[in-house]
């Protein structure tokens, strides 16, 4: 996707993020004052467990995250980042090892772009089941299918309920499925294009936590995993 096809709310999102140096880890070494916070762009309606919030708000694993029409959060909780879009609802579960960090997600509704330290996580959706290692992945669910891009890294994507239909996702630079409602397992994982969310967003987000996205150095080779 190009900056021209963003739409006006999220251009102007990167611009102000662009404006303030996070999209280079080099312009914030220590990334202080980043790290200090949970919600590093606001816009639009945000609730936080049931209750409305803002910008000063503290999102931890375990909480329960909303946006309402025309919003974007842009938040981090320990070394994994986000951003939910519009009409979400996202639930966070806290590894049972360590409560402030994340260890499983829920996409109930809407998109969510994430960027994920090196521990292993699981996402799922109303449809998709994703076991995730350390890795850059964009989910947004519809009707009848859900889609999931495994923007770089490794991903093991399945439909809920059904395991034979596993499908091993390695990218180096966006590798998209669609996830269907029913079907024959070997055909509920199916390719999918490449839509909804840029490298600029993911720059963004992995500069929140000290990253850059691993297609900086190379966009043709995955990476493999052994967490």
Not at 71 to 96: G, T
Not at 110 to 134: N, Q, Y
């Amino acid at each position: 996707m190009k900056y021209d096809d963003i739409d006006p709310g999220r251009r102007a999102l990167l611009l102000a993020a662009l404006a303030s140096g996070l999209f280079d880890p080099r312009a914030n070494p220590v990334l202080a004052a980043v790290s200090s916070r949970s919600v590093h762009r606001l816009r639009g309606e945000l609730r936080v467990n049931g209750a409305l919030a803002d910008a000063n708000a503290v999102i931890a694993a375990g909480d329960l995250v909303e946006t309402g029409a025309d919003s974007e959060v842009v938040f981090s909780v320990a070394d994994d980042a986000f951003i939910l879009r519009a009409h979400s609802r996202l639930q966070l579960a806290a590894a049972p090892a360590d409560s402030a960090v994340v260890e499983g997600l829920r996409v109930f509704t809407g998109a969510l772009l994430s960027v994920f330290g090196k521990r292993s996580h699981r996402l799922d959706t109303p449809i998709a089941t994703i076991g995730i290692r350390g890795t850059g992945v964009y989910v947004e669910v519809e009707p009848e299918q859900d889609y999931v891009c495994t923007c770089y890294g490794v991903t093991e994507v399945a439909a809920q309920g059904d395991p034979a239909s596993m499908s091993v996702v390695e990218s180096g630079h966006h590798e998209a499925r669609y996830i269907v409602k029913s079907g024959a397992s070997d055909e509920r994982v199916r390719q999918a294009p490449f839509k909804n969310h840029t490298d600029d967003e993911l720059t963004l987000i992995e500069s929140l936590v000290g990253r850059v996205p691993e297609f900086s150095g190379d966009y043709e080779r995955p990476r493999r995993r052994n967490y």
